[in-house]
């Protein structure tokens, strides 16, 4: 984010002796970080209600097929309209001996705490007991039955999973060859990889690593939640293409909290699970960070790719990642209205990179979410500055005189566009300007005021017009300066969690 920062000093280089004069133009900063918060603390404040069975069973039609949107190990998920707005409703199976209130009520506790973009917002619960009649040897016994329920926020787009081509589908490789000094082979993987195009793809590797690691840091108490069944089919997106982690903690919710199990059983999904989960039955973090990998594998290169990069691993790596690079320039120049650059190709080789230490055998040569998020947001901050990105900032001007203001911007043009540049402000008047950031090789140093911005303004006559306003007409006049510094603020989401 771009900033014109509030602290200033003003300069007054006069032509004229005249009395000293108060500058007509006031600086106010953009108000996007205000309207962040704004959001963040309105998603806050938002209460995890209590849903009669009676209302789920109305805004679900009986839980009828027709509304059945998924299932999985522990319920079934409907899909419902609860006071105009969709909702999905998990029912609980009945028949579950592995849920028992204390764990049910304990792990409920910590999915309220959870509050962040990229997790599934949970909206309201449902806890009702009941008493049903039956025959047992021909007597009549009264069976305590208890529904639970837990309803989230809707996701129009549905799983991940739905947006990966090829998944556990038998695709062909196309094997092509070029000529240098010697044969080489590629593989490109035929219509597998995501669907969309890297921009949006970037954005659901970055959201995905977002959630996992607020999960992984805790929600305050010094408890942290590991998911152990991270895949595509958990994690569902919004009509923007923004992912959220779901069914998160399910052998936690279910089952004890313990660093390590020693019973036989195991939660989770082959494929997805981390070689020291299944030989030895081992929970860490770095369970789900191998999990994490697997995902951005198969939004690269598709799961013949992660096939192949697993059977190479004896290949140098760098091999691999041009071969992915390869496979995405392709697909970039292929994709109609589609811009790319080299920052594009930096980023599918930075992402290749996490994918391929996130499944190293070893846990401990695995790196930490947090390691993952502070590589992404050096990337996503060189992204914004690519040739096809920009950041700008809006500066208010007020004329509180009773005169008209004349007022020129001057900058390093190079690197900054204000705009509008010159013009005239109608007393007791205001005028916006907005002053853009131009396309950077590199991004700017973070928090760094090595720019200024100067605002130069003098008193003019009504019928002076901003066409007079010359280099020469601001040498001869007295002229007012305002100067301000310039900053790039690299802000991470963390900065606004108003929730630590």
């Known amino acids: 984010m771009l900033q014109v920062m509030h602290r200033w000093s ?10 000293k004069r108060t500058s007509p133009f006031r600086h106010r900063a953009s108000p996007l970080v205000l309207q962040i918060y704004e959001h963040i603390v309105f998603i806050l404040e938002e209460e995890v209600t209590g849903i009669e069975l009676n209302l789920l069973e109305k805004v679900t039609n009986q839980f009828s097929e027709e509304l059945k949107i998924g299932s999985g190990g522990f319920g079934e998920v409907y899909r419902g309209v609860l006071n105009g707005c969709e909702i999905a409703v998990k029912k609980l199976y009945l028949t579950n001996r592995s849920i028992d209130d204390k764990s049910f009520t304990n792990e409920f506790r910590q999915l309220m705490k959870v509050q962040h973009e990229n997790i599934i917002r949970l ?15 021909g007597q009549l016994v009264f069976s305590q039955v208890i529904d639970r329920a837990l309803c989230f926020e809707y996701m129009p787009e549905g799983s991940l999973a739905k947006h990966i081509s090829g998944i556990d589908v038998g695709l062909p490789l196309i094997q092509l060859y070029y000529l240098s ?41 010094g408890k942290h939640i590991y998911h152990l069944d991270l895949k595509p089919d958990n994690i569902l997106l919004d009509k923007d293409m923004v992912p959220k982690i779901a069914d998160f903690g399910l052998s936690r919710l279910f089952g004890e909290s313990k660093t390590h199990i020693t019973n036989t059983r195991m939660e989770g999904t082959l494929g997805f699970m981390a070689p020291e989960y299944i030989h030895e039955c081992a929970i860490s973090p770095k369970n789900d960070v191998f999990s994490l990998g697997v995902i951005i594998f198969y939004l690269l290169a598709g799961q013949k790719g992660y096939n192949d990069y697993c059977e190479s691993r004896s290949s140098p790596g760098q091999q691999f990642i041009d071969r992915v690079q390869e496979y995405w320039k392709k697909r970039m120049r292929a994709s109609v209205g589609y811009t790319w650059d080299k920052i594009d190709l930096l980023a599918v080789k930075i992402c290749t990179e996490i994918a391929m230490s996130c499944v190293e ?18 990337l996503d901050a060189q992204m914004q500055m690519s040739k096809k990105d920009s950041e700008s900032v809006t500066g208010l001007l007020t004329n509180m005189t009773e005169n008209s203001i004349a007022f020129n911007v001057k900058t390093n043009k190079r ?25 950077q090789e590199e991004a700017p140093p973070n928090m760094q005021c090595l720019d200024t911005l100067i605002v130069q303004s003098t008193r003019v006559s ?14 001869e006049a ?3 300066e305002v100067i301000l510094p310039i900053a790039y603020v690299a802000f991470e989401k963390s900065d606004l969690d108003v929730s630590k």
């Open 10 to 19: 003003r300069r007054r280089r006069p032509v004229q002796k005249r009395g």
């Open 123 to 137: 909206i309201g619960y449902c806890y009702e007991i009941r008493h049903k009649h039956t025959k047992d040897n």
């Open 181 to 221: 000094s010697e044969y080489h082979n590629i593989f490109l993987w035929a219509d597998e990889s995501c669907k969309h195009d890297w921009s949006t793809t970037f954005k659901i590797i970055k959201g995905t690593c977002e959630g996992l690691h607020y999960l992984h840091r805790g929600t305050g108490d």
């Open 361 to 378: 055998k070893e846990r401990r040569d695995r790196p930490s979410t947090n390691k993952i998020i502070d590589e992404l947001h050096q």
């Open 415 to 439: 690197k900054y566009s204000p705009q509008p540049s010159k013009g005239i402000i109608p007393p007791c008047s205001k005028s916006y300007i907005i002053v853009t950031l131009r396309a």
């Open 462 to 475: 009504e019928d002076f017009t901003s066409q007079e306003i010359t280099q020469h007409f601001l040498e």
């Open 478 to 480: 007295e002229v007012d």
